[in-house]
C-alpha cells in the first residue's frame, strides 16, 4: 500500500469512528421540550371548525369581480345568511370560559414577556375608536382598524382556517370572518 493512500484510509477511519462516538456520548439525541397544547385549544379549533362548515354551507357560488358594489353586496348577503343560520349565537359559543382562560393566560404571558414593549406598540397602532359595541353576529364596524394581533402572541394560540382572523379591540380579543367582517365571538377584558 502506498504511504498516501494508507495516511487517508487511517483518517478517514479516525474520523468515523469519531463521528460514530460522539452520539453515543452524547446519548441519544433528543428532541426539544415542546409543552402539549392545552385541552381547551382543542375544543376552540373543534367549534371554529364548525363555525367554517356551517359558513361554507351558505357561502353562494358566484363569479368573481371587481364591481366594489356588487362585492359590497355579496359581503352584506354572506353575512346576512350566517346571521341567519347562527340566529341563537351569544358570547361564549366559541371562547367557552375554560378556552377563555387559556387565551387569557396566554395573552398575560405575552405581555409580561420580554417583548411586552413590541406587543403593546403593535396593538396601539390601530386604536379604536370611542362609542363601539360589539356583538356575536354584529358587523366589525367599519370605522374600527383591523388591529393585528402580535405575532409573538400569535405564535402561542391556535391556527385560524382561512377567512377568520384573531382581533383586538380595545380590551375585547375578537374571533371575525374576515369576508362577512361579522364578529363571530369574543373575550370581553383580555388584553390588559
Not at 428532541?31 to 354551507?57: E, I, K, M, T, W
Not at 362585492?71 to 366559541?94: T, Y
Not at 383586538?168 to 377584558?189: K, N, S
Request: glycine share 6%; with cysteine.
Amino acid at each position: 500500500m502506498q504511504p498516501n493512500r494508507f495516511f487517508r484510509a487511517v483518517v478517514f477511519i479516525m474520523v468515523l469512528a469519531g463521528v460514530l462516538w460522539i452520539p453515543t456520548a452524547a446519548g441519544a439525541p433528543q428532541a426539544p421540550p415542546s409543552s402539549p397544547a392545552p385541552a381547551a385549544f382543542g375544543d376552540f379549533a373543534q367549534r371554529v371548525q364548525q363555525y367554517v362548515n356551517l359558513r361554507n354551507a351558505v357561502v353562494p357560488r358566484l363569479r368573481t369581480t371587481k364591481q366594489s358594489k356588487e362585492i359590497v353586496d355579496r359581503r352584506q348577503a354572506l353575512a346576512q345568511n350566517i346571521r341567519e343560520m347562527r340566529q341563537n349565537a351569544k358570547p361564549g359559543d366559541i371562547f367557552t370560559p375554560e378556552i377563555s382562560e387559556e387565551f387569557r393566560r396566554m395573552i398575560r404571558s405575552t405581555f409580561q414577556g420580554a417583548n411586552a414593549r413590541n406587543v403593546r406598540r403593535t396593538i396601539r397602532q390601530g386604536e379604536p375608536v370611542a362609542g363601539w359595541k360589539l356583538t356575536v353576529n354584529g358587523d366589525y364596524p367599519e370605522d374600527l382598524p383591523l388591529t393585528t394581533v402580535p405575532p409573538t402572541l400569535l405564535l402561542c394560540l391556535p391556527q385560524l382556517p382561512s377567512k377568520v382572523a384573531y382581533r383586538i379591540i380595545g380590551h375585547y380579543f375578537v374571533l371575525q370572518d374576515t369576508e362577512a367582517r361579522l364578529v363571530i365571538d369574543f373575550i370581553p377584558g383580555a388584553i390588559p
